[in-house]
Nanobody
Framework: VQLVESGGGLVQPGGSLRLSCAAS????????MRWYRQAPGKERELVAV????????NYADSVKGRFTISRDNAKNTVYLQMNSLKPDDTAVYYC?????????WGQGTQVTVSS
């Protein structure tokens, strides 16, 4: 089982990034997918979730209207489009696959928003 995040980096405030999480080794289309983030000295925070078929999404209040989660079950990949980025969005971003009682985690990708 693998979840491999990519797309992180350094971006200026107001900029955009798209994170990807490529899955392998399990039935991706059967799992809910989530993006979490963890900033230094803070607890891990749920950012966005998408249902297994992609028909339902939900977001943390802090990112609503700026971030969009999506998935391509044919490519076993989940995405997080992040627009209007703020310094407070700086964190390590993790993807998670979940179908109770099973969950898998990626290794994380760093996003830094700074001028």
């Amino acid at each position: 089982v693998q979840l491999v995040e990519s797309g992180g980096g350094l971006v200026q405030p107001g900029g955009s990034l798209r994170l990807s999480c490529a899955a392998s080794g399990f039935t991706f289309s059967s799992f809910y997918m989530r993006w979490y983030r963890q900033a230094p000295g803070k607890e891990r925070e749920l950012v966005a979730v998408i249902s297994s078929a992609g028909g339902s999404t939900n977001y943390a209040d802090s990112v609503k209207g700026r971030f969009t989660i999506s998935r391509d079950n044919a490519k076993n990949t989940v995405y997080l489009q992040m627009n209007s980025l703020k310094p407070d969005d700086t964190a390590v971003y993790y993807c998670q696959a979940q179908r109770w009682p099973t969950e898998y985690w990626g290794q994380g990708t760093q996003v830094t928003v700074s001028s």
